[in-house]
């Protein structure tokens, strides 16, 4: 709940393109040089694509994707990918649009998809990777809980990145036994 309304963390589905699309248009300026534009799409084709590639992705197991919604509006996209079905850890990643930062909803959306990851997927670990000069996202991590393991040289798009993780309930049980 926001001051302006009820904000739905919604699994993506394609009736959601235009709304990816319009999001990605206002993302992408900031979010495409780390997150590719593959999961930032600006333009309706390519959020379709987007979108039938994440929901085959999921069917697979590889990844689940959920969409930060208000008001028929897309603010952003929530991800965990690279699900290891073996050592059951992945990645957790987001963008939000540059009006829907600073406001919780950052935290919210994670938090959403840390449930996914213990609940549902029954995963033992998360990988945060950003960049090192990323101050939103190293609080978002730090505020989820995630501690800093180090740095990865170039480990995005040429680029490096912190890596934070978040040991999962299920973990801490299993190693104290």
Known sequence: MTDAGPVKIIRAHKKYAPALAEA???AQPT??????TGLVPATLRNAEQTLDSLEQQRRIGYGIVYL???DEQCLGMG???YIHPVHLNANLGLWLTPNARG???GITLCRRLIEVAEET???NRLEFYTLPDNQPSIKLAEALGARKEGLCKRRIFNQDALIY?????ATAKACNR
């Open 165 to 169: 993780s978040l040991l999962l309930p």
């Open 24 to 26: 990605g248009k206002l």
């Open 103 to 105: 406001k919780g909803l």
């Open 68 to 70: 930060l919604i208000w």
């Open 79 to 81: 991800l965990l990918n």
């Open 31 to 36: 979010v495409k040089p780390w997150m590719g």
């Open 121 to 123: 997927l029954k995963l």
